[in-house]
């Protein structure tokens, strides 16, 4: 069976949302197209998990300012592995991949949108740019909200009516059984009368890590049971074991580094919580709600197209820690209502967040692609 190669370009393969997408997305078409990945950047972490199954990944090594070598190299890529669809994740990537068509034309060009910058940066040449771009070598353009596709018109100039809404989608993981996983909590540190709220990221500026330990700090001052649980790694760590010890909450929360089994952990939280600056479709929070771990979520991006406000999760304004605060304190006194966001946030999960609705809409744009192609 012939299968057309199918490039995905990206950042890099180093632990994070869009980056793990791209993985299993590699997987989930290495049967129909033969992928290939390139990332701007090293490899990353998780190159060697798709290498191991025989998919290809290609680093580039981006050099500081405007790398222009990246195009030239991605076009003589494509040529010489007879790439024919491109799927860039990103702007960067997006960028770098479109340039690359000036050399290369005959493999068309998606772009994938999945998160902004925070503050956004308005700039007219940008948008100029942009649009230059989408018109004479991009195809097809996708976010992965609708916030993301208004931003998108409002930022980069594009227009918003081109572009489709794909969310992102998650495979369920097996759920753990109780005794696994108050073991787990056990080894974690928290016991059976702990109320463990808590995240899985990078830690990173963007995802307003201080908004929930400060939430924590004024939660726990009237319920003694709160814990707290950061499972990730980044930039920012340093600076959040810094606020927790200056709290004095060295002994209620824990960090835990990155650990490859942090889908599993999120099953160990009695609440998971998103406080980011700015979102697009968080994995971790589709992967909470299939898990059936109820939500809180700051009010930005994707995050309150997902979390329906007081009947799938607790929808919190950005950075109010004291808004965050409350909902800790309502979430931890009322298993009730705890139970029922959780049991119609795994409900909506099912009906809109699954990893194959999110892969049978990309295999529709995909031979759409292909087919016009011919």
């Known amino acids: 069976m012939h299968r ?7 950042n890099s393969l180093q632990p994070g949302g869009t980056e793990k997408l791209v993985v299993e997305m590699s997987l989930a078409f290495a049967a129909e197209f033969r992928v290939l990945v390139f990332c701007l950047d090293e490899p990353g972490l998780w190159a060697g998990s798709l290498r191991e199954r025989g998919i290809p990944v290609y ?13 030239l ?5 494509f040529r010489r592995l ?25 493999a068309p060009l ?6 902004r910058f925070f503050p956004e940066v308005d700039r007219a040449r940008r948008r100029w740019v942009n649009r230059w771009l989408i018109k004479r070598l991009t195809r097809r353009v996708v976010a992965v909200c609708e916030d993301i596709r208004l931003r998108l018109e409002r930022y980069e100039g594009l227009d918003r009516r081109s572009i489709e809404v794909i969310y992102n989608g998650v495979a369920v993981e097996p759920t753990l059984a109780p005794a696994h996983r108050q073991a787990m909590r056990g080894e974690l540190g928290f016991d059976a009368t702990d109320f463990v709220v808590g995240t899985v990221g990078r830690f990173d500026a963007i995802k307003n890590l201080p908004m929930l330990v400060h939430a924590l700090n004024t939660a726990a001052g009237q319920q003694a049971r709160l814990r707290g649980l950061l499972v990730g790694d980044g930039p920012e760590r340093a600076t959040i074991q810094a606020l927790i010890e ?5 002994d209620r929360v824990r960090l835990t580094g990155f650990r490859q089994d942090a889908r599993r952990l999120i099953q ?3 609440l998971f919580v998103l ?6 479709t968080s994995m971790a929070l589709l992967e909470a709600m299939a898990a059936g771990t109820p939500v809180a979520v700051s009010a930005v991006g994707g995050n309150p197209e997902i979390v329906v406000a007081g009947e799938t999760g607790w929808v919190v304004p950005c950075d109010d820690a004291p808004a965050l605060a409350a909902a800790l304190l309502d979430a931890s006194g009322e298993p009730s209502r705890r139970e029922r966001f959780a049991v119609a946030a795994q409900r909506r999960f099912e009906e809109r967040y699954t990893f194959e609705r999110m892969i049978e809409n990309y295999r529709g744009v995909y031979r759409a692609l292909l087919g016009a192609c011919r």
């Open 268 to 270: 160990c939280l009695d």
């Open 246 to 250: 200056r709290l004095g909450l060295g």
């Open 82 to 106: 007879d790439v024919r669809l491109i799927h860039a994740h990103q702007c960067t990537a997006w960028f770098y991949a479109a340039l690359s068509r000036i050399l290369c034309r005959r």
């Open 275 to 280: 406080s980011s600056w700015s979102e697009g």
């Open 59 to 71: 680093g580039l090594w981006r050099q500081p300012g405007l790398d222009l070598r990246l195009s």
């Open 110 to 115: 998606l772009f994938e949108e999945h998160g």
């Open 73 to 77: 190299e991605l076009a003589r890529l």
């Open 4 to 10: 057309p190669a199918l490039a995905y370009v990206v």
